[in-house]
Protein backbone atom coordinates (compact mmCIF):
# COMPACT_ATOMS: atom_id res chain seq x y z
CA UNK A 1 0.00 0.00 0.00
CA UNK A 2 1.12 3.56 -0.68
CA UNK A 3 1.89 5.54 2.41
CA UNK A 4 2.98 9.16 3.34
CA UNK A 5 2.78 10.26 6.90
CA UNK A 6 3.51 13.33 7.64
CA UNK A 7 4.77 14.55 11.14
CA UNK A 8 6.45 17.53 13.43
CA UNK A 9 3.09 19.88 13.82
CA UNK A 10 3.25 21.60 16.57
CA UNK A 11 2.51 25.08 18.27
CA UNK A 12 5.12 27.12 18.49
CA UNK A 13 6.00 31.14 19.14
CA UNK A 14 5.96 33.49 16.02
CA UNK A 15 9.96 33.41 15.18
CA UNK A 16 10.29 29.74 16.01
CA UNK A 17 11.05 26.97 14.04
CA UNK A 18 9.53 23.48 13.31
CA UNK A 19 10.84 20.76 11.21
CA UNK A 20 8.19 18.47 9.36
CA UNK A 21 8.89 14.97 7.75
CA UNK A 22 7.00 12.74 5.75
CA UNK A 23 7.79 9.50 5.33
CA UNK A 24 7.29 7.12 1.94
CA UNK A 25 6.24 3.36 1.07
CA UNK A 26 4.84 1.25 -1.06
CA UNK A 27 5.87 3.14 -4.22
CA UNK A 28 9.41 3.74 -6.20
CA UNK A 29 10.21 6.62 -4.17
CA UNK A 30 13.15 7.68 -6.73
CA UNK A 31 10.72 7.96 -9.34
CA UNK A 32 8.71 10.87 -7.78
CA UNK A 33 8.65 14.27 -6.33
CA UNK A 34 7.78 14.91 -2.95
CA UNK A 35 5.64 18.03 -2.29
CA UNK A 36 4.31 19.99 0.84
CA UNK A 37 1.10 21.81 1.12
CA UNK A 38 -0.59 23.69 3.56
CA UNK A 39 -4.01 24.60 4.12
CA UNK A 40 -5.61 27.15 6.58
CA UNK A 41 -8.90 27.29 7.87
CA UNK A 42 -11.30 28.92 5.06
CA UNK A 43 -9.12 28.68 2.17
CA UNK A 44 -7.84 27.00 -0.60
CA UNK A 45 -4.65 24.44 -0.16
CA UNK A 46 -2.15 25.56 -1.48
CA UNK A 47 1.92 24.51 -2.79
CA UNK A 48 4.76 25.10 0.06
CA UNK A 49 7.75 23.43 -1.54
CA UNK A 50 8.33 20.56 -3.57
CA UNK A 51 12.02 18.92 -4.37
CA UNK A 52 12.81 16.09 -7.06
CA UNK A 53 13.63 12.53 -5.80
CA UNK A 54 15.81 11.95 -8.78
CA UNK A 55 18.22 14.88 -8.67
CA UNK A 56 17.72 17.01 -5.65
CA UNK A 57 16.38 20.31 -7.33
CA UNK A 58 14.13 22.32 -5.37
CA UNK A 59 10.93 24.50 -5.78
CA UNK A 60 9.57 26.77 -2.93
CA UNK A 61 6.27 29.38 -3.34
CA UNK A 62 7.66 33.03 -2.91
CA UNK A 63 5.59 33.27 0.91
CA UNK A 64 8.69 30.91 2.37
CA UNK A 65 11.63 31.25 -0.02
CA UNK A 66 14.52 32.17 2.55
CA UNK A 67 12.75 30.89 5.62
CA UNK A 68 11.56 27.26 4.37
CA UNK A 69 14.17 24.77 3.25
CA UNK A 70 12.89 21.48 1.74
CA UNK A 71 15.73 17.87 2.06
CA UNK A 72 15.75 14.51 1.03
CA UNK A 73 16.99 11.52 2.41
CA UNK A 74 16.20 8.72 -0.29
CA UNK A 75 17.86 6.08 1.86
CA UNK A 76 15.15 6.60 4.40
CA UNK A 77 12.20 7.23 1.48
CA UNK A 78 11.91 10.55 4.03
CA UNK A 79 11.37 14.13 3.33
CA UNK A 80 12.11 17.07 5.51
CA UNK A 81 10.39 20.49 5.66
CA UNK A 82 12.92 23.06 8.07
CA UNK A 83 10.44 25.60 8.55
CA UNK A 84 12.52 28.89 10.37
CA UNK A 85 11.37 32.49 11.29
CA UNK A 86 7.29 31.15 11.44
CA UNK A 87 4.67 33.44 11.54
CA UNK A 88 0.88 33.32 11.92
CA UNK A 89 0.37 33.14 8.46
CA UNK A 90 1.84 30.10 8.09
CA UNK A 91 -0.27 28.54 10.66
CA UNK A 92 -2.25 25.63 8.75
CA UNK A 93 -2.17 21.99 8.34
CA UNK A 94 0.50 20.77 6.36
CA UNK A 95 0.32 18.03 3.97
CA UNK A 96 2.69 16.03 1.84
CA UNK A 97 2.07 14.24 -1.53
CA UNK A 98 4.12 12.08 -4.69
CA UNK A 99 4.43 13.86 -7.63
CA UNK A 100 4.77 11.38 -10.85
CA UNK A 101 6.14 13.32 -13.95
CA UNK A 102 7.38 16.33 -15.28
CA UNK A 103 8.04 18.73 -11.84
CA UNK A 104 7.63 22.28 -13.45
CA UNK A 105 5.01 23.66 -13.44
CA UNK A 106 2.92 21.02 -12.31
CA UNK A 107 4.34 21.48 -8.84
CA UNK A 108 1.99 24.21 -7.79
CA UNK A 109 -1.05 22.31 -8.35
CA UNK A 110 -2.72 19.66 -6.22
CA UNK A 111 -4.57 18.06 -8.73
CA UNK A 112 -1.58 16.71 -10.37
CA UNK A 113 -0.29 14.70 -7.22
CA UNK A 114 -0.69 11.28 -7.63
CA UNK A 115 -0.79 10.19 -3.59
CA UNK A 116 -1.44 12.09 -0.67
CA UNK A 117 -0.56 12.02 2.98
CA UNK A 118 -2.55 12.87 6.29
CA UNK A 119 -1.75 15.98 7.59
CA UNK A 120 -0.01 17.73 10.04
CA UNK A 121 -0.94 20.59 12.09
CA UNK A 122 1.08 24.57 12.78
CA UNK A 123 0.22 26.98 14.95
CA UNK A 124 2.77 29.35 15.03
CA UNK A 125 1.01 31.89 18.09
CA UNK A 126 2.03 35.43 17.85
Known amino acids: DVQLQASGGGLVQAGGSLRLSCAAS????????IGWFRQAPGKEREGVSC????????YYADSVKGRFTISSDNAKNTVYLQMNSLKPEDTAVYYC???????????????????WGQGTLVTVSS
Open 97 to 115: AALGGTIVPRWRSLYEYDY
Open 26 to 33: GFTFDDYA
Open 51 to 58: ISSSDGST
